[in-house]
């Protein structure tokens, strides 16, 4: 308030000061060329321009035309006659229009116009709406150059004195036409030649000031500097819009770029996902056993990679795929595009569908190859058995149908046949003990179907003895005992022999420890057995004992059976060197199965540890999901957490692999420790891993629709809240009668076409469920605010300079070489009349960017 004085009498001299400038020719000849020149800068816009003030304002025509180049207004239609009241007339229609602008105009009428030369750059420096504050230039001038050294504009005369201010402002917008840098602020001479020239030459504004009249006058003229920078401010006004609309292109094309991106990356993944499902589909499917234990282990060893190496990478593929799918869709919804719509066969819906037909074939893979493993190390051990079996039965038998084929009986004496007689009862008493190997041998066959050549051996034994049965009478008694005796004794050694050198299989300790049970009970027989090998031995010594007393030949050979003294001790001595290697090879296995127990007690231990924790996290994510409290912010760091300790668990899972591949490698096929297979803990670390994947997702896209919708957090817990609310059966998403009801609940007034209508935005395919993400789009979509084709539209419009088309070159020009080339690739050509050759439609190609047509 003090100073109120001192601001009255400077404006009071700076009025004195102005009033005694008008007097001064050389200042109105300036005032007169910067007027002049300022006129033509916005007549050149209509094709014409002025010489004469006077003269060429007189009969108001221009000046009319000047106001509407300025105003961007159409003015009253002008008087075209040439008298003098017409002249007046034209000239009273642009003061009035000057009036109507809230222009206050001081002493001037329609005959004074062209005679006060400063009230005219008073009405100009109002006219335009832009300019007419002058504090707004100033306050634009000083934002644009303060960055810059030695440029402190205070205001319209002193200020720019040194040039530097008229360089900043053409820096600062054009840095390509000057080197700021390189300027001195004690050449202001040369300062402002530089910016008046570049000016002229560059921005198409004309020279309306005089370099040494700026640097000789000790005050500049105010209103000749703020007209001069008018036209730097409306040129670089038109450029910041176009930058404005480039800037707006530029981002409505990187969001469209990025979507084609993604899609073109979700193609892709897709074509490579199916490629493999369909790939690996046939090979899952195909049954056909091999025929070796080899072959079917490679087979096992095969599903094994598929499982640990092969398939977890295609299972987060197939994750990463509907997240993909997921952020994009709602990214297009965001923006205000149309919906994703990948090619045929390979939509979400159809990866779910050959991933689940790949599945159906995985599932019992791996039981089908334990299976056949078992099936074929069974019969590999049956058939060794049976080559055992066969090949001792097959040597006993050699020879003995022929034998019984003779007919030596009948040219035998009573003796003799008493002797064949009695040499035939003790074939069919080794025969007899021969029957129960026949049959075991038999038995084996018949599993595996290979049965033919024991039971017809046997059969053509039992039709030789029953032939030759009733010949047979007699024979030396102490040689026939000796045979009787020593033929059930050698069977009991064969038997003995191929029992220790069976093959065995088991799965259990169990079943070893019985083995060598079974053993131990043979063993303890073994004294018993040796006592009738010292019997049957001893009727043999009696023989060689009578032939010696009475003189008998001592190399007497004994009809009645083929087994001699020597045979039955090399026998014997071979079974007890049997009997340490059998319990060797028991204690061998026995250790075996040890071992395999180790490993299913720790296959089991990692197993029930690991599946509850499995569960747990299932269930703890969940619940995360569907917990509406904290923000949108605490959920992800929260699931990012679980994520965390999820990927920290995996060395975890790897170790149990490790332990299953030892177990498989050891054909142990059974654990009754636990109830978890490698399998089931195989599906739920899958489930655990796309859980919190799709769940990460989910939120991620919340917070998205959030910020680009502008939901408030509380908002969103309302949302869920009522979400979870309905979502009786918690299937992740309300059924439509539930739907129905959460919208009444929420104080929607529904009639069923209103609903209908509702319905097929949030269920589009009429699956009969309502998603979260969709609920959040139908609460939210009315409130949305996006880019439109319309504003695209606009904005390419300012770019082209108001045509209806766009030139190549004018898109390079004005957009960064990627959207520029983007656009040109894409833009189609101009339809219209008015076209010019290469011109490209710019609206088309806009309306398809929102799916609103077809390019």
Excluded at 550 to 578: F, M, Q
């Amino acid at each position: 308030m003090e100073y109120n004085g001192y601001e009255q009498e400077y404006m009071l001299q700076e009025d004195e000061w102005d009033r005694d400038l008008l007097l001064d020719p050389a200042w109105e000849k300036q005032q007169r060329k910067t007027f002049t020149a300022w006129c033509n800068s916005h007549l050149r816009k209509a094709g014409t321009q002025i010489d004469n003030i006077e003269e060429d304002f007189r009969n108001g025509l221009k000046l009319m035309l000047l106001l509407e180049v300025i105003s961007g207004e159409r003015l009253p239609k002008p008087d075209r006659g040439k008298m003098r009241f017409h002249k007046i007339a034209n000239v009273n229609k642009a003061l009035e229009y000057i009036t109507s602008k809230g222009v206050k105009l001081v002493s001037i009428g329609a005959e004074g116009v062209n005679m006060h030369l400063t009230d005219m750059l008073l009405i100009s420096s109002h006219i335009s709406s832009e300019t007419s504050a002058k504090e707004g230039l100033l306050l634009w001038c000083q934002r644009k150059t303060a960055p810059y050294r030695n440029v402190n504009v205070q205001n319209f005369h002193c200020s720019w004195k040194d040039g530097l201010a008229f360089c900043a402002l053409i820096h600062r917008h054009r840095p390509d036409l000057i080197d700021y840098s390189k300027l001195n602020k004690d050449d202001p001479l040369g300062n402002l030649n530089l910016a008046l020239e570049i000016a002229e030459k560059h921005l198409d504004i004309p020279k309306m000031l005089d370099p040494e009249d700026i640097v000789n006058t000790p005050k500049p003229d105010e209103r000749a500097i703020m007209t001069y920078v008018s036209c730097f401010y409306h040129a670089f006004a038109g450029a910041e819009q176009a930058e404005t609309a480039a800037n707006r292109i530029c981002k409505v094309l990187g969001v469209n770029q990025e979507n084609e991106k993604l899609m073109e990356d979700y193609e892709k993944l897709a074509s490579e996902l199916l490629e493999w499902i369909c790939r690996t589909t046939p090979w899952l499917e195909n049954r056909t056993p091999e025929t070796t234990m080899a072959a079917m282990r490679k087979k096992l060893e095969d599903y094994r990679d598929y499982r640990r190496m092969h398939k977890p990478p295609k299972v987060q593929e197939k994750c990463q795929l509907e997240i993909s799918f997921n952020t994009l869709q709602t990214k297009l919804r965001i923006s205000n595009r149309p919906a994703f719509m990948p090619s045929e066969g390979k939509m979400v819906s159809d990866i779910t569908g050959a991933w689940q037909g790949l599945e159906q074939a995985e599932k019992g893979y791996e039981e089908w190859l334990l299976t056949e493993i078992r099936r074929l190390e069974r019969v590999e051990h049956l058939a060794e058995k049976f080559r055992q079996k066969a090949s001792t039965h097959e040597a006993w038998a050699k020879g003995k149908d022929e034998l019984l084929m003779l007919k030596d009986y009948e040219a035998a004496s009573l003796a003799e046949v008493r002797a064949l007689l009695r040499k035939h009862e003790a074939f069919e008493s080794d025969l007899a003990a021969h029957q129960d190997r026949v049959e075991q041998i038999a038995a084996i066959a018949q599993e595996l179907k290979y049965d033919q050549h024991s039971s017809s051996t046997y059969n053509q034994l039992n039709q030789c003895t029953s032939r030759t049965e009733k010949l047979l009478e007699t024979i030396d008694q102490l040689f026939l005992e000796f045979g009787k005796r020593s033929a059930p004794f050698n069977n009991w050694m064969e038997g003995a022999m191929e029992d220790l050198q069976d093959m065995f299989i088991v799965h259990s300790v169990e079943e070893i420890q019985n083995l060598i049970s079974a053993h131990e009970q043979f063993k303890a027989t073994l004294p018993e057995a040796d006592n009738e090998r010292q019997a049957i031995l001893s009727i043999y010594n009696e023989v060689q004992k009578i032939a010696q007393s009475y003189g008998i030949s001592p190399n007497l050979t004994n009809i009645y059976c083929t087994i001699t003294p020597a045979e039955l001790s090399a026998k014997w001595d071979k079974v007890h060197r049997l009997v340490p290697q059998r319990d060797s090879a028991l204690q061998e296995e026995l250790t075996r199965q040890q071992v395999n127990e180790r490993l299913r007690r720790q296959f089991a231990a990692q197993a029930n540890l690991i599946g509850p924790w499995i569960q747990t996290r299932m269930e703890e994510i969940l619940h995360s999901s569907a917990d509406a409290g904290g923000t949108l912010e605490d959920q992800m760091n929260q699931l990012k957490q679980y994520e965390s300790m999820i990927i920290n668990y995996k060395p975890n899972i790897d170790k149990m692999e490790g332990d299953h591949q030892l177990i498989q490698e050891s054909l142990v096929f059974d654990n009754k420790h636990t109830n978890y297979t490698m399998e089931h803990i195989r599906v739920g670390w899958e489930l655990l891993l796309t859980t919190v994947a799709r769940t990460i997702n989910e939120i991620e896209t919340q917070i998205l629709t959030r910020d680009a919708k502008g939901i408030s957090q509380q908002q969103l817990n309302d949302f869920r809240s009522s979400f979870s609310h309905f979502d009786r059966k918690k299937k992740g998403g309300m059924e439509t009668d539930d739907f129905r009801a959460c919208l009444i609940s929420m104080g929607y007034d529904l009639g069923e076409a209103e609903f209908a209508r509702i319905m097929s935005l949030v269920d589009p395919n009429g699956v009969g469920l309502v998603t979260f993400q969709s609920f959040v789009d139908f609460m939210t979509r009315e409130t949305t605010e996006t880019d439109t084709a319309e504003q695209v539209v606009a904005s390419f419009r300012i770019l082209a300079g108001d045509k209806p088309y766009i030139l190549i070159e004018e898109l390079r020009r004005e957009l960064p070489p990627e959207q520029a080339e983007y656009c040109i690739s894409r833009m189609p050509l101009y339809p219209g009349p008015d076209g010019v050759p290469g011109a490209l439609d710019y609206s088309a190609f806009s309306s398809a960017l929102y799916g609103e047509s077809d390019l």
